[in-house]
T-cell receptor, first 115, second 112 residues
Framework: AQSVAQPEDQVNVAEGNPLTVKCTYSVSGNPYLFWYVQYPNRGLQFLLKYITGDNLVKGSYGFEAEFNKSQTSFHLKKPSALVSDSALYFCAVRDMGTNDYKLSFGAGTTVTVRA | DTGVSQDPRHKITKRGQNVTFRCDPISEHNRLYWYRQTLGQGPEFLTYFQNEAQLEKSRLLSDRFSAERPKGSFSTLEIQRTEQGDSAMYLC??????????FGPGTRLTVL
């Protein structure tokens, strides 16, 4: 079984401050990990993924995420948040060792960046 | 636009009616997925196609739901005898040789 937990329903930061959105995962084997962002009444936009290799993954719009195997975490970060980063963020996982291609998503974290 | 497209974007129907949604994946992608997202939740997997073969269906996909991908290109998701609990955003995604899935804008269904 595979699952994702996003422990914070909401994250509020001031523009220009660092942004962190937390994610922990559970899989039987090794994970593929993803972050998506969703704006109101829109589909999900891909931000970044971890497959293997460097634990620090860089993605779109200045976002990055750090894979930590010992803590089973994949936190999303941005050094300096923008008001336009305000959106709903989803972490997702897939077990690398199976032929099961479906993703399991967390419940989402609403990010609000205030000017 | 070479992304995943879905039609319609919004659908309002009365309970008991049938509805059909269409998804056009990125052209070179052989895998196509349907997910359902309810308010305040992350997307939940419904079903998955590799080319025209439907390889997996979630237990969420009751007998009232059917999905097809007849020529391995576009896909349709039909819900028969809709219920108010079917109200949700229905998301389609596609992927190719990369593990990354790309999602469409979704179809928001409201069942009155």
């Amino acid at each position: 079984a595979q699952s994702v937990a996003q422990p914070e329903d909401q994250v509020n930061v001031a523009e220009g401050n660092p942004l962190t959105v937390k994610c922990t995962y559970s899989v039987s084997g090794n994970p593929y990990l993803f972050w998506y962002v969703q704006y109101p009444n829109r589909g999900l936009q891909f931000l970044l993924k971890y497959i293997t290799g460097d634990n620090l993954v860089k993605g779109s719009y200045g976002f990055e995420a750090e894979f930590n195997k010992s803590q089973t975490s994949f936190h999303l970060k941005k050094p300096s948040a923008l008001v336009s980063d305000s959106a709903l963020y989803f972490c997702a996982v897939r077990d690398m060792g199976t032929n099961d291609y479906k993703l399991s998503f967390g419940a989402g974290t609403t990010v609000t960046v205030r000017a | 636009d070479t992304g995943v497209s879905q039609d319609p974007r919004h659908k309002i129907t009365k309970r008991g009616q049938n509805v059909t949604f269409r998804c056009d994946p990125i052209s070179e992608h052989n895998r196509l997925y349907w997910y359902r997202q309810t308010l305040g939740q992350g997307p939940e997997f419904l079903t998955y196609f590799q080319n025209e073969a439907q390889l997996e269906k979630s237990r969420l996909l009751s007998d009232r739901f059917s999905a097809e991908r007849p020529k391995g290109s576009f896909s349709t998701l039909e819900i028969q005898r809709t219920e108010q609990g079917d109200s949700a955003m229905y998301l389609c995604a596609s992927s190719g040789i990369s593990v990354s899935k790309f999602f469409g804008p979704g179809t928001r269904l409201t069942v009155l």
